[in-house]
């Protein structure tokens, strides 16, 4: 089974209105976890990252948190624009040497104006 | 370049043919990754460069699946014997080393006739 999830597949929103995606991870050793943006046609784009020694990181417009007691992240983008719509990925790396990023299936943003 | 680059944007194969993907990651990144994304689906682990180590190849579907990174910098991962279920995007995502952000290519999107 896959080790990242998301709750909602597909969230919609107006411009200016403030958005939470929510992923739940179940390894426990992961100690790195990063948000990713991809838009159509395009590679997974870097939004923020975390580390398991941290609950809370803020970027422009975006924050990531991290509840390791209830092993969930979230993205928050505050007042979203239509170029925030995209599929948003979060992404682990379990504690284990060699190992790479473990993705989850993606939420759907969309944005209208 | 800036950005990792992968080439060629778009391939469409016969079913039996081989195919090489090539990548080009960022300069002076360690580490080098190749992911294979369907659609609708986040990317899935193919396997991991250091350098020009294969440190791990536990992702490849099957022993049709070859990579290489001879020299440290450029990959290529070659698909022997195309079958239609290897239709997707293939991503390539370099890093400074392993648990530091992965910056991604636009990827390879193969098509099985």
């Known amino acids: 089974g896959e080790s990242v999830g998301l709750h909602l597949p597909t969230l919609s929103v107006q411009e200016g209105d403030n958005s939470i995606i929510n992923c739940a991870y179940s390894?426990?050793?992961?100690?790195?976890f990063i948000w990713y943006k991809q838009e159509s046609g395009k590679g997974p784009q870097f939004i923020i990252d975390?580390?398991?020694?941290?609950d809370k990181r803020q970027g422009q417009r975006v924050t990531v948190l991290l509840n390791k007691t209830v092993k969930h992240l979230s993205l928050q983008i505050a007042a979203t624009q239509p170029g925030d719509s995209a599929v948003y990925f979060c992404a682990e790396r379990p504690n284990q040497a060699g190992t790479a990023l473990i993705f989850g299936k993606g939420t759907t943003l969309s944005v209208s104006s | 370049g800036a950005g990792v680059s992968q080439s060629p944007r778009y391939k469409v194969a016969k079913r039996g043919q081989d195919v090489a993907l090539r990548c080009d990651p960022i300069?002076?990144?360690?580490?080098l990754f190749w992911y294979q994304q369907a659609l609708g689906q986040g990317p899935e682990f193919l396997t991991y460069?250091?350098?020009?180590?294969?440190?791990?190849k536990s992702g490849l579907p099957s022993d049709r699946f070859f990579a290489e990174r001879p020299e440290g910098s450029v990959s290529t991962l070659k698909i022997q014997r195309t079958q239609q279920e290897d239709s997707a995007v293939y991503l390539c995502?370099?890093?400074?080393?392993?648990?530091?952000?992965?910056?991604f290519g636009q990827g390879t999107r193969l098509t099985v006739v």
């Open positions: 460069f250091q350098n020009e180590a294969q440190l791990d």
């Open positions: 975390i580390r398991s020694n941290m």
């Open positions: 300069s002076g990144h360690v580490s």
């Open positions: 390894n426990s050793a992961s100690d790195y």
């Open positions: 995502a370099s890093s400074l080393g392993m648990n530091t952000e992965a910056f």
